[in-house]
């Protein structure tokens, strides 16, 4: 089973940028869907931006498009998010996800349901 590993995390000021990264013990190339999730404090957990490189096709919450790139590099086994023009409400733990079934629509992407391999998380605060 795949194993994921998130770093990059931190505290910035609001219209700062972070990007994160996620370390996977094999190559998910085609493989798998990835994707990144948050929980907010106090909040469930949300998804943030997929990606399935085999259909070339990611997805955004409405809340980070425009901001947010989610990217691979598949010599590197490596899943990037890159966060732009951050704001508070940015705030949360930051999880990164892979699925071996994969779906092209949103709500089926960002859906948490059927990733079934999870990072341990890393922490992006954003202050005012």
């Known amino acids: 089973q795949v194993q994921l590993v998130e770093s990059g995390g931190g505290s910035v000021q609001a219209g700062g940028s972070l990007r994160l990264s996620c370390a996977a013990s094999?190559?998910?190339?085609?493989?798998?869907?990835m994707a990144w999730f948050r929980q907010p404090p106090g909040k469930e957990r949300e998804g943030v931006a997929a990606?399935?490189?085999?259909?070339?096709?990611?997805n955004y919450a409405d809340s980070v498009k425009g901001r947010f790139t989610i990217s691979q590099d598949n010599a590197k086994n490596t899943l990037y998010l890159q966060m732009s023009s951050l704001k508070p409400e940015d705030t949360g733990m930051y999880y990164c996800a892979a699925s071996s079934v994969c779906g092209t629509t949103r709500d089926f992407a960002l859906g948490s349901a059927h990733y079934n391999y999870w990072g341990q998380g890393t922490q992006v605060t954003v202050s005012s």
């Open positions: 094999e190559n998910t190339a085609g493989r798998y869907c």
């Open positions: 990606i399935y490189s085999g259909w070339a096709v990611t």
